[in-house]
């Protein structure tokens, strides 16, 4: 059977380095970690969990809340992606990550109940009602908690940058030519709440003019509700000449109003997503949107996480800014030329 010693004669290090490597410590090198890791791995060494966590006084299982109001669960493109980094990155410092729910078996519970159940060491929060007593007794409770997309005081957050990314994105419509926008956002959410501040600030900062009746709230990732917004918009006797979607996977919805109407997208009207999802490169034409870094903001969530529960003294508790960038397809026409 391997052992540290082994390992650690096979690396050359010490064996409370080898054992700092492989209980995910992180103060040793990065690359002496996972040096040390693979050369574990390669001689078929497995830690004993139950050891690890009585020496340790923790799990190395991390909760992950994520509520998906569609129900679409893990086909929900952006929110995989941000989970499998959450995964891969807590992977890499040595931990296991469960999923947290209302349920243990039959029996109903509360989310808090649930970690304390699982005995996880810290839980990442994304894509939930950040209203409910549920996440607010978690919010509240003694576990390390990282948000994604959303502020608590004195919580780790880690965000988009929801207000620059469309506000970036609002001011490249805007110097195509147009000037009537329509915005279809999703629900009141602190996502929402920044995109519709960086789309008022593009339109003021270009003296654009903004028609009530233009902003529409829908819902995020909802394809009907989408469908029959965009109806309503193109029912009125001065159309949009481009409409902003909540979300990438929504304008399905839009676009399906769009064709029914006779229309084409960008020759009479243009459209522009939000996310960067796979699918916005695949339709035809291509959808213009904001690509969101998800990958970079599972990363973060992960790693700022452990930081907390290796080293609760000093882990700064802060906001953590994640940026995006455009990405251009051919759904917005350049009406300059017309």
Request: aromatic letters at 8%; charged letters at 25%.
């Amino acid at each position: 059977m391997v052992s540290m010693k082994d390992i650690a004669r096979k690396c050359g290090v010490s064996v409370a380095t080898v054992s700092k490597a492989l209980n995910g410590q992180q103060d040793i090198g990065r690359e002496t970690r996972e040096k040390i890791r693979q050369i574990a791995d390669e001689m078929g060494y497995m830690t004993n969990a139950s050891a690890r966590a009585l020496k340790t006084s923790r799990s190395y299982n991390i909760g992950v809340l994520f509520v998906d109001p569609m129900q679409s669960g893990l086909a929900h493109e952006f929110f995989s992606s941000v989970l499998d980094s959450i995964r891969v990155e807590s992977e890499r410092c040595g931990y296991d990550i469960t999923f947290i729910n209302r349920n243990v078996g039959r029996r109903q519970t509360t989310y808090l109940q649930h970690c304390l159940y699982r005995g996880v060491d810290g839980v990442v929060i994304a894509s939930v009602d950040f209203t409910d007593p549920m996440v607010l007794e978690l919010i509240h409770s003694g576990l390390p908690v990282v948000t994604i997309d959303h502020m608590f005081n004195g919580r780790m957050a880690v965000m988009s940058d929801n207000v620059a990314g469309m506000e970036a994105l609002t001011r490249y419509v805007a110097e195509k030519g147009h000037r009537r926008l329509a915005y279809i956002h999703g629900e009141r959410t602190t996502v929402t709440d920044g995109r519709l501040t960086g789309f008022f600030r593009a339109c003021e900062s270009m003296e654009l003019p903004v028609r009530n009746e233009c902003i529409i709230e829908g819902a995020f990732h909802d394809v009907g509700r989408c469908y029959e917004a965009t109806k309503q918009l193109l029912s009125f006797a001065e159309r949009p000449t481009c409409i902003f979607f909540p979300d990438d996977f929504s304008y399905i919805g839009g676009f399906n109003a769009i064709t029914e109407a006779g229309l084409r997208i960008p020759e009479d009207i243009s459209a522009v997503g939000y996310d960067g999802i796979r699918l916005a490169e695949v339709m035809s034409p291509a959808l213009t949107t904001w690509r969101q870094d998800t990958e970079e903001l599972g990363r973060e969530a992960a790693a700022h996480l452990i930081e907390l529960i290796e080293h609760p003294k000093t882990a700064l508790i802060d906001r953590y800014v994640v940026s995006g960038r455009l990405l251009e397809g051919s759904s917005v026409a350049d009406l300059r030329t017309r």
